[in-house]
């Protein structure tokens, strides 16, 4: 019991394979990876696809985007207000083929190219950010195009305010420029001549290599750097701003140049940081009209004195020191700016929100890979991976299951257990497969039975001749029988019985093996009937039996081509048989016929005898199958006689079959091929 349970604990232990060699195990290994890949790919693919049309589209319509908020910039920094944009910007939509819409910073309608009269309403589907703020105040620098220079203070160079020089103004200005021009072009020196924003000409150089002597002689020769009176009235209103953000601070005022330049005090208590030096007023030769030019000039001598008397002998500024300190510089720069900011916020429109989006079309907020994003790519990865995985793992349970159950069964088929019919499934290739190995078990089965039948019958149909041979041997040894003729003959018999048991396995493991020799040749089935009646024609007149052989109908005899020693020992085979199992007063009849197909030779034998069991019909041509179970040798053979009839009719490319009515008779059936051709004419004739 031991040595069993051990083998079932092996035979078990054979049977649970690792994870990563079973199917299970690699149906999910893989499963998982080509989730996995799916995921991986899909993912790449879609960002990949994304991006690029992302930045197609972005490519595509920055430079449009650029150009209608450089435009509306520009709007902004020449008009205190948005009241006649509306022309500029349809026309921008139009050639753009977007949809623009301006608000005001609490996002109230300002103009909408796809409405001519917008309204909240209009605008609520607008995205919560806008695409740019315009504001000429406050550029952004992302959007400005680089003809455009904005400086530090990102204003709009567009925005000039007070700066606007009138059409006087710039004429004069215009004539000084153009002598500075020819004098610079007299020494060699090549230059244009560019109007500002302010319409103050000034002269741009077309190389840089200058001689600086000769430039600097040639600018003042016109007057063109000096300051006009438009100019000088902003300058002084400018400087009043940022004398104030100064004076907050505790630091002196500054005195501001053309450019919006100072020159650089020093000053450490902030008394007085510096103020600015004298400009050289040359001969400008302007004559706008003579109460502006005295003006001026009494301006500039102002200015002057001023300046002289705020320089003492050692060069230094009242009240200051030798040191210079630089946080003045910044505190100018930054009161400038903001009073520069303070002094155009009049001349210039209110900061607008800009919204640039396709006509009619409705902003959708876009996706991002931000951390939100990200964790609900994960999440959803997550989720593909676990249903694959889970679906993996139900369809690998239901398809191994079924594999572990063949595995189990044919591992206790071969340790010689019985073994019990493996469950069939749905009809599928795993169900096939076990209804398949369940046959085969059956089958098996049955081999098994017949092969322990045939031992037990072979052993018997040798013990009772060898027996007998025995006794009278052992029975003359010892005197008790006399070697007399009879006696002989007795032996010859039982001799002749083992001999034919013999040659009966002998012809049955040939034609198993494949190995049964035929020597075909064109045969007439008529003349081969006659000729095994006329030798059982003895044994059947002994048994009382009548054996009868009809003639085929016809003006031809039936032709076969089959080997005439191997076909006679079959219809021997069933003749004897018949004989064997037919009473006295019976007939045998024999006949021969062919089909109505015309390819087939039919071979009958018929008798009246007891006839077969229904139930014993499907074994008749097993081998030592028997009706009589007691195996008595008056009542019947050995049981090979009809096994090696189906053998030599399949060796011949027929069938056998029989057909048997209890009580009434049973009929034996050989069909053969038919012979057609030359060799059927020749035996015909």
């Not at 004539?175 to 230059?191: D, W």
């Not at 679906?391 to 088929?413: F, K, W």
């Not at 009719?649 to 009515?661: I, L, Y």
Request: proline share 5%; net charge negative; glycine share 8%.
């Amino acid at each position: 019991m031991r040595d069993r349970r051990d083998r079932q604990a092996e035979r078990a232990e054979r049977q649970r394979l690792p994870l990563r060699k079973s199917l299970l195990g690699r149906l999910l290994t893989v499963s998982a990876l080509v989730a996995s890949c799916s995921v991986a790919a899909t993912a790449w693919l879609a960002v990949q696809t994304t991006s690029v049309a992302i930045r197609q589209e972005q490519g595509q319509n920055l430079s449009a985007d650029a150009k209608i908020y450089n435009t509306l910039l520009g709007y902004a920094a020449g008009h205190p207000d948005w009241n006649g944009v509306g022309a500029t910007v349809r026309e921008l939509a139009r050639q753009s083929d977007r949809r623009i819409v301006l608000t005001t910073e609490d996002r109230r309608p300002l103009l909408d190219s796809a409405d001519d009269t917008p309204s909240a309403s209009s605008t609520a589907s607008l995205p919560s950010q806008a695409s740019a703020v315009v504001d000429p105040l406050s550029v952004d620098t992302v959007l400005v195009p680089d003809a455009v220079p904005v400086g530090a203070d990102r204003v709009d160079p567009r925005a000039v305010g007070p700066f606007l020089l009138p059409a006087k103004e710039r004429a004069a200005l215009h004539r000084a420029t153009a002598r500075g021009v020819e004098c610079l072009a007299a020494g060699g020196i090549a230059a244009d001549v560019v109007q500002s924003p302010s319409g103050r000409p000034r002269i741009q150089f077309v190389s840089d290599a200058t001689d600086r002597l000769l430039e600097l002689k040639c600018l003042a020769v016109g007057g063109a750097t000096e300051a006009t009176a438009t100019e000088q009235k902003a300058l002084r209103a400018l400087e009043l701003l940022a004398d104030a953000c100064l004076k907050r601070q505790g630091r002196t005022g500054v005195k501001l140049n053309l450019g919006l330049s100072w020159a650089r005090g020093s000053g450490q208590d902030g008394s007085d940081a510096g103020s600015s030096a004298p400009v050289p007023v040359p001969d400008t030769r302007i004559t706008e009209s003579s109460d502006e030019e005295e003006a001026l000039k009494r301006k500039v001598a102002e200015d002057r004195r001023a300046a002289v008397a705020a320089v003492p002998d050692d060069g230094t500024a009242h009240g200051a020191t030798k040191v210079r300190d630089s946080g003045y510089d910044r505190a100018v720069a930054a009161c400038v700016g903001s009073a520069r900011r303070e002094q155009l916020t009049a001349y210039v429109a209110t900061p607008a929100l800009l919204f640039i989006d396709g006509p009619g079309a409705v902003s959708v907020p876009g996706f991002d890979l931000s951390p939100a994003n990200t964790a609900r790519i994960a999440g959803v990865t997550a989720l593909v991976l676990t249903l694959t995985v889970g679906a993996s793992v139900i369809a690998g349970a239901r398809l191994v299951r079924p594999l572990h159950a063949l595995t189990g069964a044919a591992q206790r088929m071969r340790d010689g257990l019985d073994t019990a019919p493996v469950p069939v499934g749905t009809d599928n290739e795993i169900g096939r497969l076990a209804a398949a190995f369940n046959d085969m078990a059956a089958h098996r089965i049955r081999l098994e039975e017949q092969r322990k039948v045939m031992v037990s019958d072979v052993a018997h149909e040798l013990r009772t001749p060898l027996s007998n041979i025995r006794g009278w041997l052992e029975a003359a040894q010892d005197g008790l029988a006399e070697p007399d003729p009879a006696f002989l003959s007795s032996l010859h018999d039982e001799a002749l019985q083992l001999q034919h048991l013999i040659n009966d396995l002998q012809d049955l493991g040939a034609a198993d093996a494949g190995a049964l020799r035929l020597h075909l040749e064109p045969v007439r089935v008529d003349d081969l009937l006659g000729q095994v009646a006329a030798a059982h024609q003895g044994p059947a007149e002994t048994a009382g039996v009548t054996v009868r052989v009809v003639p085929a109908s016809g003006s031809s005899a039936p032709l076969t081509e089959a080997d005439p020693v191997r076909l006679r020992q079959a219809v021997s085979n069933l003749l004897s048989n018949a004989v064997r199992h037919t009473p006295p007063g019976g007939r045998v009849t024999l006949r021969s016929y062919v089909t109505d197909a015309g390819d087939e030779v039919a071979v009958e034998v018929a008798d009246t005898g007891s006839g077969i069991a229904a139930d014993d019909l499907p074994h008749v041509f097993d081998r030592f199958w028997r009706a009589e179970k007691s195996r008595n040798r008056s009542t019947g053979g050995s049981g090979l006689g009809l096994a090696i009839v189906l053998k030599l009719a399949e060796a011949h490319g027929g069938t056998a079959a029989v057909v048997s009515t209890e009580g009434v008779g049973t009929v034996f059936t050989l069909r053969l091929p038919a012979l057609a051709g030359p060799d059927a004419m020749t035996m015909a004739l």
